[in-house]
Structures are given as structure tokens and as C-alpha cells.
């Protein structure tokens, strides 16, 4: 997985790709590179992150027009120089980036090695360039027929850009499963895993779809074919994409500023969507087609990390509203346990990026199997969103920050919208609890704000908790899912080892492991199971273990047994899950802060899994 960036014009390529690549860090930072073809092709590639390119760059001439850069994530080989892109062919013409898995590339690596070819690297990549270059001159091919020819014979998934400097006037990109995206200028081209290096310089875009090669032209002109070799009629899309949204902002960190937009992007998921004074809810990609949901004999959620908890409350949230069976899979599972489906099922892809690998892969075996399929996504002309059948965006805005914060509420906000619609719609919920729910939805950002005044509070607990080696999460119900959730922040970014678990299983394992140095974060603010949450809390005091409770503001009870508490307002049972989660975001970030970790970008993680 990582972050490709190129360019072919007028301007110099070098400043443009890397500021690329800084603005792509995030999909990948175990080492960086970029070629620059000016007569020769230079290349500077570096172990580590695209600072380290930086400084290496500065000793080389970087000169040009043309060029080619790549963030990676190792997949195929240790991360270091030697591995990192771009990789070169044999002969040294061609210089190739490439984010994806050939999964064939041993037995292609090795017929090419009979052929005479050396490799210097551990990469699949390499693989990819070397069958380019074996193309280009036993068949006499251009550039776009050898890469043709190339697709043609990998198995796997890729986005790649290819320079050859023996033709300076184009570049080749080509995609299948990877996302990749061209930027249309003045005389100029770009191509990038997404549009945030693009926005700077251009708003018009072409998406490309899987298996489409496209070779662009120093002149801004450009080609797409598939890779049967037949001319496709490109759609350039105008992307709604401000370069504010893409910087700090002021704050520390992206995953800070992402935290406290929150109440601002959950009023972007629901605007429009919602009018309690009223009475109605809708979601149109659902309305479209609200047969296919009313008749549903069941709802299949597919999604991976925090997308997987974000189904899981709306399992709870559409079983309880709307009585439709709800199940919910992980993406990376579902495809290697032969599922039963058919027609009468809606299977539901949630992505924040919508290219996420195991996801599409479920996606596709559910449209094999007549299956209706509807996506919950972030980014516009995303994979997802162009597979499925219908869908609704998040907007919830660039999330940069690898740990997801407001993606996850922006995801629940349109799931509880869903829920909403449907059980109105079938008439299993009452019209005045149904007017009692929108009002109290409406509230949500204003009481997202009220937690967040909590920070320094929040910020203390943090402060005595940031030197434990292990903690639990403790939840029942529609906060369970939380409690998941918010162990698994506190492992992403501080490297805590934290396991989310249903509040009355704690004594069939867990239990063992509470004594004075496991913190226990219990979220208590469902009501309906308050008594039972309250003896779990007891059960851990008696161990002496520490209890961190998210309560309901006035909770005495509970404030009375607990090491500490924070206070969250009292909404609907159904909406607690967009408040709970809220410090446990905090805490994380705070904890993680205080141990010194990189909390935008977590060792060994990325923020768009592209690769299964």
C-alpha cells in the first residue's frame, strides 16, 4: 500500500511531488522516493519518512518536468532503500511506482530470470517493470502496448505509473483493485492515489476504473484504454475539495483537529437528511431503492477496524427500529467461509476511503450472488462507491489522521439515519418516539461539543494512566461496539495492548488479568442495563482493579465506586454510542501524546488498506 504521485508539463516536477507525497504520507510511511526524467532519469529513495527523502534530495539535481513519486507500505520486503520505489528495469529506461500485490510475481520472477533479467530488490514491483522492459523489446512494443501486455499477464492488484526516458513526452498509469486518480490542468497532468496532491493545482479529475490504462502527454492531452486495448470515453468529475482541509489547521495533530470537528462533520452527515420540527428522514441512495430494503430478508454489513464497529451499533439500531435481521461480517472473512446469499439479501460496504481491499472483495462475491449492494462512504468516486448499486456519503471531510475518529461518528450518524428511515417507513416505530428520536439527533453536535469542553479533565486521566501495559474496555449492549472501539484507538496510537469486551464476559476470562495496574474503561450510560453495568464495576473494584466510567451527567451512583468519571449528556439509548466515544477518542490521543508517539501516523499502519 502507499501514496503514488507524478506529473508531466511545463512546471518542475520535483516540488510538486513531494509535497505530494507529504500530503500522501498518510497511506504510507515505511520509505518514500521519487525520478525525475530530464534526459537521464534521477532518482532519490530513502528508508523512513518523506522527510528523509527531502534531505537525501538535496544533494541531487532534481531538474525536469516529468516525474515520478511513491510513500510505501511495505508488503513485499523490509522496508529500507533498496526496497522502496520507484524500482528501475534492467536496461535503466524505464522507472516504475506501483501500490498493490502481484500475486504471481514469483513464477513471472522467475521466467524472467531464465530470460537473463537481475533483480536488486525483494519487491513484487520490481517484477512488474522487468516483464515491462522483456515486452518493450522482444515484441518492439511502446510503452502503452508493453504495459498492456504486462496487465494482461499479472494476477493481483496494482495502481502504477511508468516513465520511460527513451520517451520523455508521456507517462503510463494504469489501475485494478488501487485506486488511482488524474488531475487535469493547463497543459499539465497529474496522477495520484487520491486527489488531496491534486487539489492545488486543478479541481477537474478523472477517476479511473479497474483494468484502465491511461497514457498521458506533456501537452495535457491524454488516452484511456482498457486492457483488451479499447479506447474508453473518460468522465472528468469537478471535485469539491478546499487545500484548508488538507493542513493542521492550528492544532497539533491531524487526528486532534479530526476529533474536535466532530460536531461539525456529524451536522454535515445528517444536513439535509433530517427535520425533526417536520417529522421526517431520508437518505435518497436508500429511498431509490426502498423496496430492496423493505423486502430484505436480511442485512449483511461488511467492513474492517473501525468501520466494522461503526455496523456493529447499527446492528443494534436496525434490529431494534426497524426489525430487519441484521448481520455483520469482516470483509477480510467473508469471502473464505462460502456465505449464503441470494437476491432477497442487501449487503452494506462501510470504507472511509472506499478502496478497502478485503471490502471490495466481498462486494464482488455478493454481486456474483444477486446480492443488492449499498455503500456508506467518505471519498467521492471511490471504488466502492462506484460498484455498488446505491449509497450514501458520510461527508465527513479529508480524514488524514490514521486512527478514525470522525469518520466512525459520521459513519454512525448516516447508519442511525438508516435505522430511522426504515423503521418509520415500516411502521415499528411509534410516530411519537420516532419525533422523540429526530429531536434528540438533532441535539447530538451541540452535546459532541459539550464533551469535547471536557479535555482537560480528560486530559488528567490520561496523565495518570499513560504508563500501563495493558487495559480493558467494558461495555453491554449498543455500547459494546464502543468499548471495541475504543480499545482498539488506544492500541493504534499508543501502543497499549487494550481489548474491547461485552461488560458480562469479563468474568469468563478477562477477570484474570484485573489488579491495580489495569485500568478498566467501562462505558455506563445505557440505562437499560445500568444495574448489571454497576455490579460489573463492583466485580473489578473487588479485584482492586482501576475504573475509568463513562457516565450520564448526575450518574451518582456510579461516580460513587469508580476511580473516575466522565460525564457525557443525556440523550436517546439509540444515539449514547456518538458521545461515549468521544473520550475514549480523547484519552487515546492524550495518552499517546504522553508516551511520545507519532499519533498522525502509527508505526505499521496505513490509512487506505488496499491490499488484502
Known amino acids: ?75 513485499h ?50 517484477v512488474m517493470v522487468h516483464l515491462i522492459e522483456q515486452y518493450q523489446i522482444a515484441d518492439n512494443l511502446s510503452l502503452e502496448a508493453a504495459v ?52 492545488k493545482y486543478t479541481k477537474k479529475v478523472v477517476y479511473l476504473n479497474d483494468e484502465e490504462v491511461v497514457t498521458a502527454r506533456k501537452d495535457g492531452s491524454f488516452t484511456i484504454k482498457n486492457i483488451k486495448n479499447e479506447i474508453q470515453s473518460p468522465v472528468i468529475q469537478e471535485i469539491d475539495l478546499k487545500i484548508e482541509q488538507l493542513e493542521k489547521e492550528g492544532f497539533d495533530h491531524f487526528m486532534l483537529k479530526e476529533i474536535f470537528q466532530q460536531p461539525m462533520t456529524i451536522t454535515e452527515s445528517i444536513r439535509g437528511r433530517l427535520n425533526a420540527e417536520e417529522g421526517w428522514v431520508v437518505l435518497n441512495g436508500l429511498k431509490q431503492f426502498e423496496g430492496r430494503f423493505m423486502h430484505a430478508k436480511r442485512i449483511i454489513f461488511v467492513a474492517c477496524g473501525t ?20 448481520e455483520v461480517e469482516y470483509a477480510s472473512e467473508f469471502r473464505y467461509r462460502n456465505p449464503i446469499l441470494d437476491e432477497h439479501d442487501v449487503v452494506i460496504a462501510i470504507s472511509q476511503s472506499g478502496e478497502t481491499a478485503d471490502t471490495l472483495a466481498a462486494l464482488e462475491l455478493a454481486k456474483e450472488k444477486g446480492a443488492f449492494l449499498y455503500g456508506v462512504v467518505n471519498v467521492i468516486g471511490s471504488s466502492i462507491a462506484r460498484f455498488t448499486h446505491s449509497g450514501s456519503y458520510i461527508h465527513a471531510g479529508p480524514e488524514i489522521g490514521v486512527a ?23 411502521g415499528t416505530i411509534s410516530e411519537a418516539y420516532f419525533r422523540e428520536l429526530l429531536f434528540a439527533f438533532e441535539a447530538i453536535p451541540q452535546k459532541v461539543e459539550e464533551v469535547l469542553n ?35 484507538k488506544l492500541k493504534e496510537i499508543s501502543y ?66 469508580a476511580d473516575y468519571v466522565i460525564e457525557i449528556p443525556e440523550t436517546q439509548e439509540p444515539f449514547s454510542p456518538l458521545l461515549s466515544v468521544i473520550p475514549l477518542q480523547l484519552l487515546s490521543y492524550y495518552v499517546a501524546v504522553l508516551r511520545g508517539t507519532d499519533v498522525d501516523q502509527p508505526r505499521n499502519l496505513a490509512k487506505s488498506v488496499t491490499v488484502e
Open 454 to 488: 471536557n479535555k482537560e479533565k480528560i486530559k488528567y486521566i490520561a496523565s495518570e494512566i499513560k504508563d500501563v501495559t495493558n487495559a480493558l474496555y467494558l461495555g453491554r449492549g449498543i455500547n459494546f461496539p464502543v468499548a471495541l472501539e475504543g480499545a482498539l
Open 148 to 199: 498492456i501486455k504486462t496487465l494482461q499477464k499479472v494476477v493481483g492488484a496494482y495502481a502504477i505509473v511508468v516513465m520511460d526516458k527513451n520517451n520523455p513526452d508521456i507517462i503510463v498509469g494504469a489501475r485494478k483493485s488501487s485506486p488511482l486518480v488524474l488531475g487535469v490542468g493547463n497543459n499539465e497532468l497529474y496522477l495520484a492515489s487520491d486527489a488531496s496532491p491534486i487539489v
Open 496 to 561: 497499549i495492548h487494550a481489548e474491547g469486551y461485552p461488560a458480562a464476559e469479563m468474568k469468563h476470562g478477562p477477570i484474570a488479568l484485573i489488579d491495580t495496574n489495569m485500568p478498566v474503561f467501562v462505558i455506563a450510560t445505557n440505562m437499560s442495563a445500568h444495574e448489571k453495568i454497576v455490579s460489573n464495576i463492583q466485580e473489578v473494584k473487588a479485584r482492586k482493579g482501576l475504573v475509568i466510567a463513562i457516565v450520564l451527567e448526575g450518574d451518582t451512583k456510579i461516580a460513587e465506586i
Open 307 to 326: 468501520s466494522w464497529h461503526s455496523a456493529m451499533i447499527a446492528e443494534y439500531l436496525i434490529e431494534e427500529l426497524a426489525r430487519i435481521p441484521v
Open 1 to 75: 500500500m502507499c501514496g503514488i504521485v507524478a506529473y508531466i508539463g511545463e512546471k518542475k516536477a520535483f516540488p510538486i511531488i513531494l509535497e505530494g507525497l507529504k500530503r500522501l504520507e498518510y497511506r504510507g510511511y515505511d520509505s518514500a522516493g521519487i525520478s525525475i526524467l530530464n534526459g537521464e532519469i534521477k532518482t532519490v529513495k530513502k528508508k523512513g519518512k518523506v522527510a528523509e527523502l527531502e534531505n537525501a534530495a538535496a544533494l541531487v539535481n532534481t531538474e525536469g518536468c516529468t516525474g515520478i513519486g511513491h510513500t510505501r507500505w511495505a508488503t
Open 404 to 426: 478514525s475518529t470522525k469518520a466512525f461518528t459520521s459513519q454512525l450518524s448516516v447508519l442511525t439515519l438508516m435505522a430511522l428511515y426504515l423503521g418509520k417507513q415500516k
Open 77 to 126: 520486503g523490509k522496508p529500507d532503500d533498496l526496497n522502496a520505489h520507484p524500482h528501475h528495469s534492467g536496461n535503466g529506461r524505464l522507472t516504475l511506482v506501483h501500490n498493490g500485490i502481484i500475486e504471481n510475481y514469483a513464477a513471472i520472477k522467475k521466467a524472467l530470470i531464465e530470460l537473463g533479467h537481475v533483480f536488486v530488490s525483494e519487491t513484487d514491483t520490481e
